[in-house]
């Protein structure tokens, strides 16, 4: 997914990531990145972050 930053393709991300879903998110900046890998790593504890150039 792209735009998973902020509103609705966060929600989204989060969404799918807490009904089990492998997503693979598109950010623009590394911390935000990070920011959203915190965050769906609360329900289901295995979210993982890798950057690419």
């Given amino acids: 997914m792209t735009g998973t930053s902020t509103?609705?393709?966060?929600?989204?991300?989060?969404?799918?990531?807490?009904e089990g879903f492998n997503v693979i998110a598109g950010v623009r900046?590394?911390?935000?990145?990070?920011?959203?890998?915190a965050e769906a790593s609360r329900p289901l504890q295995?979210?993982?972050?890798?950057?690419?150039a």
């Fill in 7 to 18: 509103g609705i393709g966060k929600a989204t991300s989060l969404r799918l990531a807490s």
């Fill in 29 to 37: 900046r590394a911390e935000d990145g990070d920011a959203l890998v």
């Fill in 46 to 52: 295995r979210a993982q972050g890798k950057r690419a």
